[in-house]
């Protein structure tokens, strides 16, 4: 298929009502990825060359979501809603520059897979003017049936107009369908709007193309494929799919999940074999796992890398920017923003390191903080290799601690601490004896005083 050119048009111009949203219905996400780039992301892996967007209320956001993913894509305003032969007429422009194939899809059915619309190319490679994509079903009533005879595609038959033999088809119109670029044109324009709603409907180029003696057939895809979203709780259902394929393929690459229905997983994740993870872990976009990671339980990983042989959590959060190298640790409550923790290095409980970079070997203490912000600006700490940080110290940044340095627990480091130094930076203690017991009757009377 290499060799064909292919046009793809994304029909993303519906209102989505029902989605009860100010977001055009298109960008709501699966797995952190607007429905139309998973749409565009299949075109482009079945060796879709060029896409060309069909938008309405926020047509430029539509296009932006896409461009990632297909660079070049074009946006074409539909102003009137005709139908959608209608819609696809709205890129003529595109479609007139000449194709060997114009595949149409659908902005909302985000788990299509890439393999049918090969398959449905592939047809049109083959003489097919059009082959549209279907799928089996037992419980067929409310969508408009194939009606194949001698193993052609003679019409796509509405559900309410289907005679009572032809409503005992299991094999029902999925929307998309693949167009021999060279006839696209012509068998668009021909479609009329004799019909209740007045609209022009692309599956009536079935009838037209086989009308004129050109080949017209059907393909199989499993109904997931076609599953379009409607509504918030369709994209609940979607999501529920995307993440049980997602799961199933990455176990199978050599990662083991402890309670896969539990991992959530996003559309760009990586995970290397051996990596181990627990419970509740969820991976936002940007999350890249080197092999032999172990992720404990309730974690939550975004924007981060993550190197061989490093372990993360339980309750641990990685934010944007994130680096952890070899074998390093970050433990339990603790959260790791735009850092980088060296080979080995230890951030193990009740710790924030913000804008900050630890040496090798480094050890953090309990409920460390880097004092990374000063209300207006982001500021850098670093801390050399082989550090050590005692509990409950705030390293106010710009600050350096250097190599194999020591600064006692408690701490507020506002100075550098030099390569092997020490640095207190807490008040001395005084003990005063027997002040408790004084103390105590004093709060004792107040608190009688009070009552009384």
Known sequence: MSDRSCLTIILAAG??????????????????????????????????????????????????AVTPFAAGAESFEQVERLGTAHAVLAARAAIARGYDDVLVMFGDTPLIAAAP?????????????VAVIGFRTDVPAGYGRLIEKDGRLVAIREDKDCSPEERKIGFCNGGLMAIDGREALALLDAVGNANAKGEYYLTDIVEIANARGLKVTATEADYENLLGINNRAELAEAEAIWQKRARRETMLSGVTMIAPETVFLSHDT??????????NVVFGPGAKIASGVTVHAFSHIEGATVATGSSIGPFARLRPGAELQEKARVGNFVEIKKAVVGPGAKVNHLTYIGDAE????????AGTITCNYDGYNKHLTRIGAGAFIGSNSALVAPVSVGDNAYVASGSVITENVPDDGLAFGRARQETKPGRAKALRERYAAIKSKSRG
Do not use: C, F, W, Y
């Open 15 to 64: 209102e989505g009502t029902r989605m009860k949203s100010a977001m055009p219905k298109v960008l709501h996400e699966i797995a952190g990825l607007p429905m139309v780039a998973h749409v565009a992301k299949a075109a482009i892996a079945a060796g879709g060359t060029d896409v060309a967007i069909v938008v309405g209320r926020g047509g430029e956001a539509v296009r932006k």
């Open 117 to 129: 619309l090969a398959a449905a190319r592939k047809l049109v490679a083959e003489g097919n003017a």
């Open 270 to 279: 990586e995970i290397g074999a051996d990596t181990v993870i627990e419970p």
């Open 358 to 365: 630890i040496g090798a070997g480094a050890n953090i203490g």
